[in-house]
Each structure stands twice: as C-alpha cells, then as structure tokens.
C-alpha cells in the first residue's frame, strides 16, 4: 500500500514539474511542493526581477554599516564561539568563512538551497543578487549530480 501511495504521489508530482520548468522565487511564496520540484524533479531556480531589485537595494546596508563602524557578526567578527573577535579586515573574514564551509562532509543540501535562497529574498539578509544567482546555479548542478547517481543506484522493477 505504501509503495502505491508513493507511486501516486511521484506521478502527481511529475505532472507538476518537469526538469525543464522554472521555479520564480520571491521570497514570499515557497511552498513544499516548491522544495520537492527543486530537491526531486530538477526545477531550474530563478530570481524573479523584484527580489533582484529589493536584494540590490538591500545589500548596500551592509558597506554602510560597516564604513559607520558597526559590528556585524559574521561580517566583521568571528563565527560561533570567535564572535567575540573583531577584524576590520572584512575581506579576510569572509574567505576564512568560505576556507571554513568547504571542508568536511555534509548530506545532500538541496532544499535547504532553495530554503536559503526563499530567506534571502525575504530581504532581510545583506546579499548581493549575483550572489544569490551563484548558489542558484549551484543548486541546479547538485540536483543534476544527485539525478544522476540517484538513477545509477536505482533497482530495476520487475514486472
């Protein structure tokens, strides 16, 4: 009985979205079944041109900020147990970021992407839209790789 539930739901789904369709994000309206087109059927992630315009907007709050003094954590202070550490060495903290995030092994990240992607059009984050369309190609990649290895391991049914 499972099996068949499952079989209905992925048949549901697929009608939905096909690999080639487009996901419009906007930071306002992610559904569920917005995760499970990026996560499962391979939707193509874009930027609608609003939240492009908000997150421009947006992402110069941060150099201000910054040229006025304030401490931002994670921008010009350490991460975590560090962020008690100040740098103005804002470029430095960020690669040290990014040294930090690209080592280690982590499960498959494709919905909480798109999650991200959703909070940061939501303008609450300093980001520039470049930026997000970087992790937004990114995600695709990972979701083609993840089909990919998903069909190599897959069994075959038998009739």
Sequence with gaps: MATLARMFTDLVLS????????????????????VVA???HLAHV??????????EACSKIV??????GEVIYGVNTGFGGSADARSNDVERVQQSLISHLT???VADGKQELALTSNGI????MGIRAKATGIQAKAMAIQ???MAIQAKATAPTMAN
């Design 63 to 68: 150099p201000e900020k910054i040229a006025q």
């Design 15 to 34: 009608q939905r979205c096909h690999p080639s369709s487009t996901l419009a994000v906007s930071g306002r309206d992610l559904t569920i079944s917005d």
């Design 103 to 105: 080592c280690g092994i």
């Design 121 to 124: 059009q939501s303008k609450v």
């Design 46 to 55: 874009e930027l609608t041109p609003a939240s492009i315009d908000a997150i």
């Design 38 to 40: 990026v996560s499962r």
């Design 143 to 145: 979701a083609k790789a």
